[in-house]
């Protein structure tokens, strides 16, 4: 194409926490698992054995991720929801048999456990939702002031998916173990970012995802420990223990053991790097007026960056950041489907038109200073180019006296 000037448009993926694009690892290892080694891991023939011996050799990579004493504890599921769903409503039949009907939670969670507690409650279950406070996050002391009796399960996040906030679950654990109480956790946005070791943390059950850590969608797992009786999830074949049939998703489930194994490979350099990126986005973004930080500057994960912008509304942001072909996410409106706000941003106490305005970008390992710079290049232009536009920018500058920059 000699002569011709040809630009090519810039991409920025920053959205990691919504999902990952598949690693070349993960890709390779599933491949072969569709077209030469497509046996069914049931069958008795070589073909079916070979898929059995990799189903088996993921699940063995994935409790080995998560420190899990046995690999028999490790279930594969369709993904978090799934996970999520499967250990909520397990640990609830367990507690109903015993007359334990209450159960503990956040207000912050992700809904794949908000809404299969709700479930719960117009079952007949109670349920204490914990608040957060102002940064995201809660004490210990709070879960074990709201212990009962008749307390079946603490489902608890172990990081937060929109404001990246870590939660203090070595120590939730050890109330929970103390107290005899079920603990799970949604660690979907933890599981390769924080070093996990589920009997150190006195985890019972806890759910991860494949696709946030460049593993395919469609595909995650449980953990759940031996000693604590989970109910079947799917009647049918004797596949995962008896307790979920279908044949089993082997590409995916390969693709699973190869991404955790390389997600939980030098965590420390990794988040080194990422949280290196996120702090200069968090520091150059603040510098725009009228923007604030969400969630906790210090336990917060490395590639997450939440910053609310008033004035302004997320999705238009976020059309005009994709316009530059920057995919990014943010808590408002009718990105979530909903008319209003994300519920983690009113959860620590920002007022609707702050909430509706918020920015998020996750990023990974395989972003670049590049990439960063280009976000910073681009970012400010269109906040103030909004603001220019928008009749709530202007209300906020005279009805607070701010000066209105986009004037200037
Ligand atoms: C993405 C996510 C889920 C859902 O996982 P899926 O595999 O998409 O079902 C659950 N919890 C958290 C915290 C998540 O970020």
Known sequence: MKGMIYLEKRFVYADNSATTRVSE?????????????????????????????????????????????KVNEVYFTSGGSEADNWAIRGAAEIGAKKGKKHIITTVFEHHAVLHTCEYLEKQGFEVTYL??????????????????????????????????????????GKVCKAHNVLFHTDAVQAVGHIDINVKDMNIDMLSLSGHKIHAPKGIGALYC?????????????????????????VPSIVALGTAITDAVTDIEEKNAKISQMRDKLIERILKIPQTRLNGDAERRLAGNV???????????LLLTLDLKGIAASSGSACTSGSLDPSHVLLAIGLPHEVAHGSLRLSISEENTDEDVDYILEVLPEIVKKLRKMSPLWERICRTEGIHDYTLD
Do not use: H, W
Not at 230 to 238: D, F, K, T, V
Not at 306 to 316: A, F, L, M, P
């Open 131 to 172: 608040p957060v406070d102002d940064k995201g996050l809660i004490t210990a002391e709070q879960v074990e002031n709201a212990i009962r009796e008749d307390t079946c399960l603490v489902t608890i996040m172990f990081a937060n998916n929109e404001i990246g906030t870590i939660l203090p679950i070595p120590e939730i």
């Open 306 to 316: 939440n910053i609310s912008v008033r004035g302004i509304e997320g999705e238009s």
């Open 25 to 69: 690892n993960a890709l390779k290892a599933a491949l072969p698992y569709f077209t030469q080694n497509y046996g069914n891991p049931s069958s008795i023939y070589s073909l079916g054995m070979d898929a059995a011996k990799a189903v088996l050799a993921a699940r063995q990579q994935v409790a080995n991720a998560l420190g899990a004493a």
């Open 225 to 249: 420990r031996t000693g604590v009786n989970l109910p079947n999830l799917i009647y049918g074949g004797a596949q995962e223990r008896n307790k979920r049939a279908g044949t089993e998703n």
